[in-house]
């Protein structure tokens, strides 16, 4: 599964040929940089080792830096190693663009998704309450209720579901599809939505 690093730009609208209106959302994928290309005689497997986008060196630390000197490339804001590529048609320094895909491909997109804060159990699980106001609630309407056991074998369970952070985790969508290639801009336009919020980087797999 051959892919891509790249930027979520946002979310629009456009028309297909016979006027239907698709949601897609617009993402910047590439130029995107290849740092290593990993063998089965050095490493074990196969792989490229892919970099998008830059960063000031101030903001990289001396092993990092120490790396992208043995490359001669500037630092990356993100790497990635992507399998299934055939290697011995890459090789460190080449650029790789949008023109991986091709309209009509089904891809798969990883990203974070949207930070939530440290919520309660109603929005982060979903829960429905303990009822009306009445018979003495007073004021649990949004509480999660009794979470324990009793007598055996008090004490709670792990992975109890509890408020605490929501949000920001990895997501993957599967069964997008590529409706539209802009190469002259590294732009392409995938039907649907995508994890994450604008500016956030996206994994784009085959």
């Known amino acids: 599964m051959p892919g ?3 930027k979520k730009l946002g979310m629009t609208s456009i028309y297909t040929e016979d006027g239907t209106i698709i949601p897609v959302t617009v993402l910047e994928v590439g130029l995107c940089k290849i740092y290593d290309v990993k063998t ?3 490493d074990g497997y196969e792989a490229l080792k892919i970099g998008f986008g830059s960063k ?3 903001h990289v630390n001396k092993p990092e830096m120490g790396f992208y000197n043995k490359v001669d490339a500037a630092p990356a804001s ?3 190693e992507f399998r299934n590529f055939n290697i011995s048609d890459h090789k460190v320094g080449d650029e790789l663009t949008v023109e991986v ?3 009509g491909d089904l891809v798969k997109v990883s990203g974070k998704s949207k930070g939530k804060g440290f919520q309660g159990v109603i929005k982060r699980h979903g829960f429905s309450g303990v009822g009306g106001r009445t018979h003495g609630q007073h ?3 949004r509480a999660p209720g009794s979470i324990g056991s009793s007598s055996y074998p008090s004490r709670v369970f792990k992975g109890q579901r509890m408020a605490g952070r929501t949000g920001y985790s990895k997501v993957t969508v599967s069964g997008l599809r590529v409706v539209r290639i802009m190469p002259e801009k590294n732009i392409i336009m995938i039907k649907g939505a995508l994890p994450g919020a604008i500016n956030s980087i996206v994994e ?3």
Do not use: M, T
Request: hydrophobic residues 35%; without cysteine; proline residues 0%.
């Open 4 to 6: 891509l690093l790249g």
């Open 40 to 42: 089965k005689e050095k």
């Open 56 to 58: 000031k060196e101030k």
């Open 78 to 80: 993100v790497l990635k």
């Open 101 to 103: 895909f091709q309209i």
């Open 139 to 141: 004021n649990r309407e």
């Open 204 to 206: 784009i797999n085959k």
